[in-house]
């Protein structure tokens, strides 16, 4: 069990980025301009609320950030290895910093986040990719600043990978990508062992934070202007049973709910195997609760999902989005959905089209089985050629669309509260997203981002709707 970083880890943390600021501000009256950081995210909302904190960090440390790391001093990459094509595209763009590093000599490359716990993955960067300078992982997010230091200082290279969280990264300064809006952990690592899943190797066992350290983080980030947050974790629903006093998910969404500033609740992900009533009543009775349930299938089969480890059937499934509706009539429902597991049959696959057609799902991420070295369904002996497996693919896509084409309709003609988010790239435009996660383009400018406002949903386009500030 981790404990809350202390005052003193804190401390020693603060202190190595001041460190780091006087000798990259050195750098830059050497070079007579700002140090420029880039940072790439690859996979999930959690690597993406980590890389919130390094960001913070190197501002902190004096870096600017920069979209183009080719003018970058200082390039990071956190990396997601959930699928092989994930970790194939990292692999691909260091062979072109490569390039880069060649005629910039100076240019420090640093990788972290999921791939990096992989301890052959490493031993291959060591090998075939000798240029980049620093290599940490999930667990000691916490000692970056002390892990730049060294780099920045010794300029040699320097390799810190835990297999276990000593300390939470959460008391360090962050620059949230919305001002507005923010991701908050809730736990970390999971426990479930899907039999296709490399998560629970590289992020660890589960662990929750305790509701006062998420609530103290929730007025904090109120204070500063946040109005949505989304509680993150890897199967959320089942929040609280490591606590020394267990505390169920549906209760710390509902504290949430109740901070002054805070207007709207989201979460991420839904495990179906732990959805409760209670969450499911919270979700009905408290306004602030965004109607958005994602809630990953991954397939239609039940022999398929009891393969997968994933401890629900089918009709279990079912019985949930039955339950959801009758109580969340209009909740918007999206899932993940993989195809060409091991053993797939043409008749289980057909089960998976079939359960996407009668829940009517939002929208669905959908993947091609990806093999994860490690996890038992790597040995599985029955493993689905990759024709069959795109043919799947294409014609899940279908199902899908038509499906999220049909539901997205039904709030036509609806006013419906839309937080704004960004101008759009159409000039005069802005665009928001609605409780139920709906992409809302309509007139307007700069001065509505970050505001919640009503606005008349007129015309769908398939997934997205344009629409107008009601009441003009
Ligand atoms: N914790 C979340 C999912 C995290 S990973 C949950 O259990 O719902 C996000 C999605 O990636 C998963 O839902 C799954 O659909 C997909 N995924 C995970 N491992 C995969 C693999 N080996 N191949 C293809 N897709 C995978
Ligand atoms: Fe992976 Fe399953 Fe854990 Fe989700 S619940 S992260 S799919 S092992
Ligand atoms: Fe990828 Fe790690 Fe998230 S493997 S999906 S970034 S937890």
Redesign the pocket.
């Known amino acids: 069990m981790i404990e809350k970083q202390p005052e003193a880890e804190y401390e020693k943390q603060l202190a190595c980025i001041e460190e780091a600021r006087l000798l990259a501000e050195a750098e830059a009256r050497q070079k007579g301009r700002p140090l420029f950081a880039h940072i790439e995210t690859f996979g999930?909302q959690m690597n993406a609320r980590d890389s919130e904190k390094l960001r913070g960090i190197l501002a902190k440390a004096g870096y600017r950030d920069t979209e183009n790391e080719d003018e970058a001093d200082l390039v990071i990459y956190n990396t997601c290895t959930?699928?092989d094509n994930a970790n194939q595209h990292v692999f691909g763009r260091l062979g072109h910093l490569n390039g880069v590093k060649r005629k910039n000599k100076d240019m420090l490359i640093g990788l972290c986040g999921c791939m990096m716990q992989e301890a052959h993955i490493v031993e291959k960067i060591k090998k075939s990719y000798p240029f980049v300078d620093l290599i940490f992982g999930t667990h000691n997010l916490y000692a970056f600043p002390e892990l730049l230091l060294r780099a920045l200082r010794e300029r040699k290279k320097v390799i810190d990978v835990r297999d276990r969280m000593e300390y939470e990264p959460e008391h360090l300064p962050v620059v949230r990508k919305y001002p507005f809006k923010s991701g908050v952990n809730i736990m970390y690592g999971?426990n479930?062992f899907?039999t296709?899943?490399i998560?629970p190797y590289v992020r660890g066992r589960e662990f929750s934070r305790k509701p006062e350290d998420i609530l103290d983080e929730v007025r904090r980030l109120a204070a500063d202007g946040v109005v949505e947050i989304m509680l993150l974790g890897?199967?959320v629903n089942s929040y609280g049973k490591t606590l020394d006093e267990p505390m169920s998910f549906a209760k710390l969404l509902l504290a949430a709910a109740e901070v002054p500033g805070i207007e709207r609740v989201r979460f991420m992900?839904s495990?179906p195997k732990d959805l409760s009533d209670e969450l499911i009543e919270a979700m009905a009775e408290n306004e602030k609760i965004c109607p958005h349930l994602h809630l990953?299938a991954?397939s239609g089969s039940s022999g398929l999902l009891k393969r997968m480890n994933r401890h629900y059937d089918r009709e279990r499934y079912l019985e949930l989005v039955r339950k959801l509706r009758a109580k969340i009539p209009d909740i918007s429902l999206t899932t993940?959905?993989?195809v060409g597991f091991p053993g797939e049959s043409e008749e289980d696959f057909k089960e998976t089209l079939s359960l996407v057609s009668e829940v009517g799902f939002d929208s669905a991420f959908t993947?091609?089985?990806?093999k994860?070295s490690g996890t038992p369904a790597a040995d599985y002996p029955d493993q689905v050629p990759d024709e069959v497996a795109h043919a799947r693919l294409s014609k899940l896509l279908e199902v899908v669309k038509k499906g999220a084409e049909e539901r997205c309709g039904r709030f036509t003609g609806r006013t419906e509260k839309v937080l704004v988010e960004e101008v759009n790239r159409e000039p005069g435009l802005v665009s928001g997203r609605t409780p139920h996660n709906i992409v809302v383009h309509l007139p307007g400018d700069a001065s509505m981002i970050g505001k919640i406002i009503p606005v008349k949903l007129s015309v769908c386009h398939g997934f997205y709707y344009s629409g107008e500030k009601d009441g003009e």
């Open positions: 999930c959930v699928r999971c479930n899907c296709y899943c998560v890897q199967n992900t495990h990953p991954q993940d959905i993989i993947f091609i089985y990806s994860r």
